[in-house]
């Protein structure tokens, strides 16, 4: 069983439109991440919820909107996407403070392409 | 805050030659260390890590011992296979705060 799943795997859309990302984790963690990789391959966190409350919330366009209805899930809606929002969007998860110490665990990424 | 900073560039080399990586920090408190690995068209994966001053972490014949000292947590594989071509970050988190902060990483090729 995959641990942290995303779906779907690659997303080609137009400029404008309203798409959305889901993952899901089977581990038990209460904790779970999006994180932005653009092209020069630079990873930079984008969100962070802990038992479904929003924890992190990094400079991030609000038409980046977050969504975690239960500890299991994490889900990513863009409004209006734009051509700079191209990028893998990888989630993640973690075990509360033991993720400090133990790391996080990633799904296999979501490429987005606006075009 | 807190920040990694790994070596400019990627880096190439051939099959069964000797690899470092360079990382440094910069953190309040003490650290937890970590190499992650993403192979072309993957996700990230934890190649190792280490969580105090002296550690070392090690994993598919890769290591990292944590330097307090330096600040550092070079990787280090002895004898590198074209399999392990592909991008290792380095990254922390801080105590008090659960927020992975990664490297820029480094694309590593290695040549048959």
């Known amino acids: 069983d995959t641990a942290v799943s995303q779906t779907p795997k690659y997303l080609v859309t137009q400029m404008g439109n309203d798409k959305s990302i889901k993952c899901e984790q089977n581990?038990?963690?209460?904790?779970m991440y999006w994180y932005k990789q653009d092209s020069k391959k630079f990873l930079k966190i984008m969100f962070s919820y802990n038992n479904k409350e929003l924890i992190i919330n990094e400079t991030v366009p609000n038409r980046f909107s977050p969504k975690s209805p239960d500890k299991a899930h994490l889900n990513l809606h863009i409004n209006s996407l734009e051509l700079g929002d191209s990028a893998v969007y990888f989630c993640a998860s973690s075990q509360g403070d033991l993720g400090r110490a133990s790391g996080y665990t990633f799904g296999s990424g979501t490429r987005l392409t606006v075009v | 805050g807190n920040s990694v900073t790994q070596m400019e560039g990627p880096v190439t080399l051939s099959e069964e030659a000797f690899l470092t990586i360079n990382c440094t920090y910069t953190a309040t408190g003490y650290p937890s260390l970590f190499w992650y690995v993403q192979y072309p068209g993957e996700g990230l994966q934890l190649l190792l890590k280490?969580?105090?001053?002296?550690d070392k972490g090690s994993n598919k014949g890769f290591e990292a011992t944590y330097r307090k000292e330096t600040t550092s947590f070079h990787l280090e594989k002895g004898s590198v296979q074209v399999s392990d071509s592909a991008v290792y970050f380095c990254a922390l988190t801080a105590y008090g705060n659960n927020r992975l902060a990664f490297g820029k990483g480094n694309q590593v090729v290695v040549i048959p």
């Open positions: 581990l038990g963690h209460d904790t």
């Open positions: 280490a969580t105090k001053a002296d």
